[in-house]
């Protein structure tokens, strides 16, 4: 009967020590300790490299370019000759341009010469005096052969008078008759010639006028030709011009970002050849949820990750850009998005400036991770992230250890970022609290801290 009872009842007692153990023993969980610190509020975002001003070079005019030898990654200095357009054609146009200038000089010479309207003008005077005396003369002179013509008349009636009583001989008549005849040529002569001398002051005392107008003429006639070769000179400009800049020059010590020509090539204006940039003005750009922009404000410290390893970089929100745009996601959902612009800090820039010229340089478009510290709350208790989890009251609450068990605590959060939340009311420093709490695991639960 004993043995029986001894057989039957070890076994179950046994299994009740077994039960009871696996009901009563401390579940093993990851605790961390409520510590004091910084807590800094973080938005995390991809972004990359850029340069805010790029310089592209470009065809002045259509021509030919030369061979271009500088590659991507040369440094240019200031002044230095980029690249060279075929100038033989301007050359050729500068030539006729100053051939031009040349023949327009050549006439303005020959226009302003006045020597001869000069004399003219201080002759003339005396012309006018002299062919006015004459006119004179020939007045006095019409006077006397009308005076002749009175006289001869009059013997001619006389000796016809004279003829009709027979008291002298016909030679006597027509000698009378042929000196009537005579002087009245003679008058008409003088008179012609009477006339032709007032025509002829008529004339003269114009001429001083139209010398006068001669030169105001060769005074327009200059003005034309000054236009004309002050286009000749414009032109002649405007080829120098082009000749000066058909030698491509940097402006300023720069950087080949990329060659768009290699060999000669006829192109047009406007054409682009090579981009340059500024290494040392390289900057960060990324683009945040519009959600999240209004906690960023210019001066906000960043943290750079990616250019260097797994190095820290910091730099500072420098601009927002401010109109959002709309960009799909790689899960294809249309999100709002606002440009922000950070820039490099002067020991990050110092950090790069070394790495360029250790031949490591980081270049336009390279991927950087950034974290934007928007607000930071010092000596405050902090907790992981993945120790908070939601109650059934919507509230926060963690896990605290205490006398072995599992303790549902609220808490009151503050700032916080992916990594620790700042506790403000709920818990001691130093207390500890479970790691990623299992759903499995129920308040009052005894546990036993890893």
Request: aromatic content about 4%; hydrophobic content about 45%.
């Given at each position: ?37 910084t ?79 000069d ?15 004459a ?18 008349g009059r ?115 406007g ?24 906690a ?16 820290v ?26 440009a ?20 490591r ?90």
């Amino acid at each position: 009967m004993w043995r029986w009872v001894i057989f039957i009842g070890v076994p179950v007692i046994l299994l009740g020590a077994i039960i009871y153990a696996a009901l009563t023993a401390a579940e093993p969980v990851d605790t961390v300790q409520v510590m004091r610190g910084t807590v800094e509020a973080a938005i995390e975002e991809r972004g990359e490299t850029e340069l805010p001003r790029t310089e592209r070079i470009t065809m002045p005019f259509a021509g030919t370019i030369e061979p271009i030898e500088l590659e991507p990654g040369d440094r240019i200095s200031d002044e230095q000759v980029l690249a060279r357009l075929d100038a033989g054609e301007l050359r050729s146009m500068r030539a006729g341009a100053e051939a031009r200038i040349a023949a327009i000089d050549s006439r303005i010479a020959l226009n302003d010469d006045t020597r001869l309207e000069d004399l003219a003008l201080e002759e003339l005077p005396h012309i006018i005096r002299s062919v006015g005396l004459a006119v004179e003369a020939a007045g006095e002179q019409v006077r006397a052969s009308e005076a002749r013509v009175g006289f001869a008349g009059r013997q001619l009636e006389r000796v016809r008078e004279i003829y009709a009583e027979a008291a002298t001989h016909p030679r006597e008549l027509d000698e009378a008759e042929l000196l009537n005849i005579e002087s009245e040529v003679d008058r008409r002569q003088d008179e012609l010639s009477w006339r032709a001398a007032e025509a002829i002051e008529r004339a003269i005392t114009t001429l001083p006028q139209a010398v006068e107008h001669l030169k105001q003429r060769k005074a327009l006639a200059r003005a034309v030709l000054e236009r004309e070769r002050a286009e000749a000179e414009a032109e002649l400009a405007r080829i120098d011009r082009d000749i000066e800049r058909a030698t491509l020059r940097s402006r300023g010590e720069a950087v080949v970002i990329e060659r768009h020509v290699d060999g000669a090539e006829d192109l047009a204006a406007g054409a682009v050849l090579l981009e340059l940039g500024r290494p040392e003005t390289m900057r960060v750009r990324i683009e945040v949820l519009s959600s999240e922009a209004y906690a960023i404000s210019e001066g906000d410290r960043v943290e750079l990750r990616g250019l260097h390893g797994d190095r820290v970089q910091e730099g500072r929100v420098s601009g927002i850009r401010p109109r959002a745009k709309t960009v799909v996601s790689s899960l294809g959902v249309e999100e709002q998005r606002i440009a922000v612009i950070i820039e490099f800090s002067e020991a990050a820039k110092a950090e790069l400036a070394e790495a360029r010229e250790a031949g490591r340089g980081v270049g336009a478009g390279y991927r950087v991770w950034a974290r934007i510290v928007t607000d930071a709350q010092e000596d405050t208790l902090f907790v992981p992230r993945t120790a908070l989890y939601r109650g059934e009251d919507d509230a926060w609450h963690v896990l605290a250890v205490r006398d072995g068990r599992a303790v549902a605590v609220a808490v009151e959060i503050g700032l916080g970022d992916d990594q620790r939340v700042e506790i403000r009311d709920g818990l001691e420093e130093r207390d500890q609290v479970i790691l990623s709490p299992d759903e499995q695991l129920s308040p009052g639960q005894r546990v036993r801290p890893r």
